[in-house]
Every structure is written in structure tokens, then in C-alpha cells.
């Protein structure tokens, strides 16, 4: 099966663009104020309406309110949440949208006892623990703690790069790979030539 490939905290149109020419098949837009990447919705609904119709758009959140919530489905045109913080999955699956949830991994985590109440999620995303940091952190992690079996889909995220991203397949057999800081020219600002060598490396791997 082929690995499909997010790029994400995206903030401008022309990455948006960017990314889908390459083939990507979803874009992340951030809704966590703290995050240099973070858009307003009025930014994510210019970025959403010009991706085409067949790359998702998933709105990025950590611990956030209902309302925040609600308000970027009534006005941001996005087609999946991901919700990357400590929310219950009762709020994850209370809103008119398929979700994705996201766990941190580090050694002593309980991996299938963490996310077996989001048995609801359309996919769970794997990504490396940070201390003080959610997310976006350029960080990886030991694929290894990674069950061979898991109940959903599964999003590997974390140091993810041109380099390793092949490796990475080929260890953990991920539905899809997900990556924001390694192909971008500045925080927030994505790179062409990066995001192209990033599904590349994927493509390959996959043959």
C-alpha cells in the first residue's frame, strides 16, 4: 500500500500549492497560538480553498476550547482535526468531523493503553515527546517502541527527513508520514525543493 505523506504547519497559498504539485496528500494548518506556524482562520480558509480537491486539510490543535473548535469547522472549509494535546476522547469525537489523534512517544509510555480509547480516530499519530514543546519540535524518536499491530492507521511523525523518511517506512509500515521543520527555509516558510525531495524519498521506498 503506499504511504501518503502530509506536509504540515502550512501558512502560506503558495506552499499549500507546493506541497500538493509534489504530491502530497494532506496539508496541516496550525490553530496553536504558541507555534510559529500557527494561521488565523481567515489564513486557513484562503490556504484550504486553494488546495485542490483531492489533498486533505487538517486543523492542527493542542488543548484547545469547544469553541475554538467549532468555529474554525464553521469557517476554515477543513476536512479532519487533529487534536495533538491531552484532549478526552469524548471532545475528540464530539464534532461533525473525522479526527485524528496524536500521542508522544517516550520509553515507559503505554502506547496501545494510551490510544485504545480513541478507537473512534480515523488514524493515530505517532510523534516525538518534548517536555515543553507540542509537536514541530524536529525531534524523533526510537521507531522500535512502535507495536507491529495497532487497531487504527497509523501517521508516523517526529525528525522525519529526506534522508530517514525511507528508513523509517520500511521499519514501522506506517499508513502515512507526516513532516513540518525539515522542509521548510524558515519556521512557517515551507521549501519546494525540500517538500519535493521529502516525497521523493517516500515514492522510493515505496517503488
Known amino acids: 500500500m ?31 497560538r504558541p507555534s510559529p506556524r500557527c494561521v488565523t ?36 472549509g477543513v476536512t479532519l482535526l487533529q487534536f495533538h494535546g491531552d484532549e478526552p476522547p ?10 485524528i489523534k496524536a500521542a508522544r ?9 494510551y490510544l485504545s480509547p480513541y478507537g473512534a480516530a480515523a488514524a493515530w499519530m505517532l510523534d516525538a515527546f518534548h517536555e515543553d514543546l507540542w509537536g514541530g519540535t524536529g525531534g524523533s524518536f526510537d521507531w522500535g517502541l512502535v507495536p507491529e499491530r495497532m487497531a487504527r492507521p497509523i501517521i508516523l511523525s ?15 509500515r506506517p499508513y502515512a508520514v507526516d513532516v513540518s521543520s525539515s522542509v521548510e527555509a524558515s519556521k512557517g516558510i515551507k521549501d519546494a525543493a525540500k517538500i519535493a525531495a521529502f516525497i521523493g524519498a517516500v515514492k522510493h521506498e515505496d517503488g
Open 41 to 76: 482562520p481567515g489564513q486557513a480558509r484562503e490556504i484550504a480553498i486553494s488546495a485542490p480537491s483531492f489533498v486533505a486539510t487538517v486543523a492542527v490543535f493542542v488543548n484547545p476550547s469547544r469553541g475554538d473548535v467549532e468555529r474554525v469547522i464553521g469557517e476554515c
Open 158 to 172: 517526529g525528525g522525519l527527513t529526506a534522508s530517514n523518511v525511507a528508513g523509517a517506512v520500511r521499519r514501522t
Open 105 to 113: 512517544i517516550r520509553p515507559g509510555l503505554d502506547l496501545l493503553k
Open 2 to 32: 503506499r504511504t501518503r505523506v502530509k506536509i504540515c504547519g502550512i501558512t502560506r497559498v503558495e506552499d499549500a500549492q507546493a506541497a500538493a504539485a509534489h504530491g502530497a496528500d494532506a496539508i496541516g494548518l496550525i490553530f496553536y
Open 90 to 99: 469524548e471532545f475528540c469525537s464530539s464534532f461533525s468531523q473525522p479526527y
